[in-house]
Each structure stands twice: as C-alpha cells, then as structure tokens.
C-alpha cells in the first residue's frame, strides 16, 4: 500500500471511530427473564451459589442483629406471617406520623465492583405525601463502613460513596402511587437549584425507565437493581433495573439519549447520549452495603397518614438474580 493510500485508510479508521454509536460503549447486553434463582425453586438453597452475597427470606421470623447490623426506627418494622410471598414470613415497614422512618442495614465487606439486588414489593395502597421507599446498594471505603455519612446525608453530596434506589414516583395521569424512577446519590451529582445543575444543596437525582413503568398496589412486585462501578477516572458506571424480570431502563456510558433539567435527567430521542457515572474516584470503593426501609415526609396539610410496605426474598449477588422460580 502506497503512503497516500495508508494516510487515507488511517484517517477513516479514525473518523469511523469517531461516529460509532454511543450505544457501543456497552461492553455486552444484559440479561433478562430467568437468571440464577430459576435453578432453585422457591430460593431453597440459593445462598450456596457462588455469586450470591446475601439473602432474606425473613424465614427467621425476626431480624436477625448478626444479619441487620444497623435497624432505625424498630418500632415501625413487624416480621408478619399473615402476608407473604413465599415461606411464612415476611417483612412490614408501616410509617403514620407526620415525619416518619425505618431502616435495616446489613454489610458485606470488603465489597464488590458490581452488584445485583432482587427483592419483592407490596404496597398495599398509595404511597403517602413525600415518601422515599428504600431498596438501596450503597458503596463505603472498603475499611470504613460508615464512609456513606462522611458527606453530610440528605441535601449533601456523598464523599467516597454513590448508592441509588428504586422507588414510586408520583406521575401526572399515573395513578398513585406512579412509576418506578431512580433516586441516586454520587459525588458528582446535580443540584436542583439551577438549570444548570450548580449550587450548594443536593438531593437524589432523578431517572426513569422509558416507557414509564406504572407501580402497581395491592400484589407482589418482583424488582431487581444494578449497580456498576466505574473506572476510577472515567465516566463508565451503570445502574439498570428490572420489573419482574423485564429489563426496564439501563442508564450507562451513551445511553439514553436524553438531556438534564436541574437534577433530573430527562429521556429524548433527539437529545445527547448519557454521559455515564463517574461513581468514584478511588479503587477502595465498594459496593458493600444494603439497606431496606419506608421514610414519610412532611404533608402540606399537617395531617398524619399511613404508608404501609412489604418485602421478601431479597437476594444480593454479583450475576443477574431473575424472579423466584416455584
């Protein structure tokens, strides 16, 4: 090949390089449908798999200290046995104060780079006023457990940390108590107090599935999260979530398409590839803890109301869980 000739087969390498799909940056597709727990019915001896971390089924019949390392707000947590997915029992987080909440927590250390959570949900009517239910993979230092308070919490940005939950959003035309939306915390998150996302309080950080995916009350909800951790140094973590074993929104390096509206990323065919997380800045950060739990906000009009949910079967492991197989 002559030297004219190279030049120009270099130059249209590199422009093709230049004009890939955002989309390629997805190193492989992710599953859906049945995943590890369809090998054992009913989750019977599903721990034993070597991707699993850590599974509740609440068969116990209490929660377990060893297990939940940190419970707030116990008064507000019942293991019922008169309501359940499967087995005998199952976990009830009630919440009838004007500001109210509860959380377990459980750990497992050092930690991992990616995480799968599956669990499953009732709610057994509408989420009340400002509500967050939380179902959340969470990152810490992996010699400092509690690195996830180091930025200050709610209205902060995390140092040393990122986490997400999957929760009810109230939607315009959705009946309560809405669609399922990220709510997502990391270091480099936005602020609500400016188009352009800059200011000085941060609260979670909005995603959602397109299409919207409605919550439906009143029956069992199989969910499933993922968290992925980046490249520290670069923009390629990932979250996704599932709906009984459908994937329904994954949020990564070039996609959606979409654009930022203060704190909220918006989903649009005509917008700009997602950027990706950069979750971390540091190796020794860890996804390496879980927390389950219900917070009831203030209402406008000062009346105390009653949000009531349920979970079971949560399962957490590095592979793509699936729904409980019977």
């Not at 449908?33 to 054992?40: C, K, N």
Request: net charge negative; glycine share 10%; hydrophobic share 35%.
């Amino acid at each position: 090949m002559s030297c004219p000739d190279l030049l120009l087969a270099i130059a249209t390498l590199s422009i093709g390089l230049l004009i890939m799909p955002a989309s390629s940056s997805f190193a492989e597709p992710l599953p859906e449908g049945e995943g590890i727990a369809a090998s054992y019915p009913g989750d019977a001896g599903l721990m034993e798999h070597s991707s699993v971390v850590f599974v509740e089924d609440f068969e116990s019949g209490k929660l377990d200290p060893v297990r939940w390392e940190d419970v707030r707000g116990r008064e507000n947590i019942d293991i019922v046995s008169d309501h359940v997915h499967s087995g005998g029992h199952a976990c009830r987080f009630t919440c009838d104060q004007q500001i109210d909440d509860a959380t377990a927590k459980t750990w497992f250390m050092p930690g991992h780079k990616t995480i799968f959570v599956r669990w499953y949900v009732w709610f057994d009517q509408a989420i009340m006023g400002t509500s967050h239910v939380f179902s959340t993979p969470t990152s810490n230092i992996i010699d400092e457990k509690w690195q996830h308070r180091a930025g200050g919490g709610a209205g902060h940005r995390p140092i040393d940390s990122f986490w997400t939950t999957l929760e009810p959003v109230r939607k315009e035309g959705v009946p309560d108590p809405g669609v399922w939306g990220f709510y997502t915390y990391w270091p480099l998150m936005r602020s609500f107090q400016s188009d352009e996302g800059v200011g000085d309080t941060y609260y979670g950080n909005r995603f959602w599935p397109e299409p919207p995916v409605p919550v439906k009350p009143g029956r069992w909800i199989c969910m499933e999260v993922m968290l992925k951790s980046n490249t520290p140094g670069q923009s390629d973590g990932e979250q996704a979530c599932w709906v009984e074993g459908r994937l329904a929104a994954r949020f990564g390096p070039g996609v959606p398409n979409g654009h930022w509206t203060r704190d909220v990323f918006h989903n649009d065919p005509d917008g700009e590839p997602f950027e990706g997380y950069e979750w971390r800045s540091r190796e020794d950060v860890l996804i390496n803890m879980y927390t389950m739990g219900l917070y009831q906000g203030p209402k406008k009009d000062g009346k105390a109301e009653i949000s009531r949910i349920w979970y079971d079967d949560i399962v957490v492991a590095t592979e793509y869980v699936g729904p409980q197989a019977e």
